[in-house]
C-alpha cells in the first residue's frame, strides 16, 4: 500500500535513513500501516520521498531487523505485528497488553502447591520450605504465543485457581487481595531458548529470548511473587526513559 507522505529534516544531524524508519515505524505502531500490508518496492518508494536508493535500502533493513517488516521473495516487503514495548516500571504483562489493545489471552499450563526452594526462599526473604503456588503460563497478545511465564506465590498472600488465572492478571488478583505489588528488583536478561520453549512460543529450536526475573513486595515489605519468564525477541522489548541528573 502506499506509505504517507515522510517529513525529513534535510539539516538535522539526524541520518536521512533514521529519519525515515522512525516515521514508518511511527506508521505501523499507529495502525496507519497495518499488519499485512505491503510496501511500495524501495526504488518508487525512495523516488517519492526525495532520498537515494541506498538510503531507502537501509531504512528498510533497520525495520527487518527490528522485526517491523518482513521481506518475501514475489511479495515485496511487507509488515508484521509490531513488537510490544514494555516500559520497565511495576506493571504486569497483561496489565500492559491490555492497555495497549494487544487482546492478552492466558494458557494457564500447570498450578502446583510446593515448598519455597533455597534459592526463590533467599531472594524473597523468605523461610525456606515456605508453602507456595507456582504457576506456569503462555501468555498470548493478537493470538500468537509472547511470554512463557513462570510465577511464584507465597500461599498466605494469595489463593490462586485456573480459573481465576485464565480470566485475569496475576496484579489484578493480588490488587483486589490488597496484596498491591509497590518494590520490585527486576533483572533482565537474553538466552537461547531450549526446544520446549521453541515449540511453545512458535519460534525456531535455538532462537534467541529475553529473559525477565522480579521479585516483588507490598507497601509493608511482605514478598508477594517471584517471577521468571521468557519473551519472544522478535515480537517483544523493553523500553527505558533515562534522564540526566
Known amino acids: 500500500m502506499p506509505v504517507p507522505d515522510v517529513a525529513l529534516d534535510r539539516s538535522s544531524p539526524v541520518p536521512l535513513y533514521y529519519q525515515?524508519?522512525?516515521r514508518l515505524e511511527q506508521l505501523i505502531d499507529e495502525g496507519e500501516l497495518p499488519a499485512g500490508s505491503r510496501l511500495e518496492n524501495e526504488i518508487e518508494l525512495a523516488d517519492r520521498l526525495g532520498v537515494s536508493r541506498p538510503t531507502m535500502?537501509?531504512?528498510i533493513q533497520y525495520l527487518v531487523?527490528?522485526?517491523l517488516l518482513v521481506r518475501k521473495r514475489g511479495v515485496g516487503t511487507q509488515v508484521v505485528?509490531?513488537?510490544v514495548?514494555?516500559?520497565v516500571e511495576l506493571t504486569s504483562l497483561y496489565d500492559d497488553l491490555a492497555k495497549s489493545g494487544q487482546d492478552p489471552r492466558t494458557e494457564v499450563r500447570s498450578l502446583v502447591s510446593e515448598p519455597l526452594s533455597d534459592h526463590v526462599a533467599g531472594l524473597m526473604g523468605l523461610a525456606p520450605g515456605t508453602p507456595a503456588t507456582r504457576i506456569e503460563r503462555l501468555r498470548y497478545a493478537a493470538g500468537e504465543p509472547l511470554a512463557l511465564m513462570t510465577n511464584i506465590v507465597p500461599a498466605d498472600v494469595l489463593e490462586l485457581s485456573v480459573e481465576a488465572l485464565t480470566d485475569h492478571g496475576l496484579y489484578d488478583l493480588l490488587r483486589a487481595a490488597g496484596r498491591v505489588p509497590r518494590m520490585a528488583r527486576q533483572?533482565?536478561?537474553a538466552r537461547a531458548a531450549t526446544p520446549a520453549e521453541a515449540r511453545l512460543l512458535g519460534e525456531p529450536a535455538g532462537t534467541a529470548v529475553l529473559t525477565m526475573t522480579r521479585t516483588a513486595w507490598d507497601a509493608g515489605g511482605q514478598a508477594v511473587e517471584y517471577g521468571s519468564h521468557i519473551y519472544r525477541a522478535s515480537r517483544?522489548?523493553?523500553e527505558l526513559t533515562l534522564t540526566s541528573a
Do not use: N
Request: hydrophobic content about 30%; charged content about 35%; overall charge positive.
Open 85 to 87: 514495548r514494555r516500559p
Open 20 to 22: 525515515v524508519a522512525t
Open 187 to 189: 533483572v533482565v536478561g
Open 57 to 59: 535500502r537501509r531504512a
Open 236 to 238: 517483544y522489548s523493553f
Open 81 to 83: 505485528h509490531p513488537k
Open 65 to 67: 531487523e527490528r522485526g
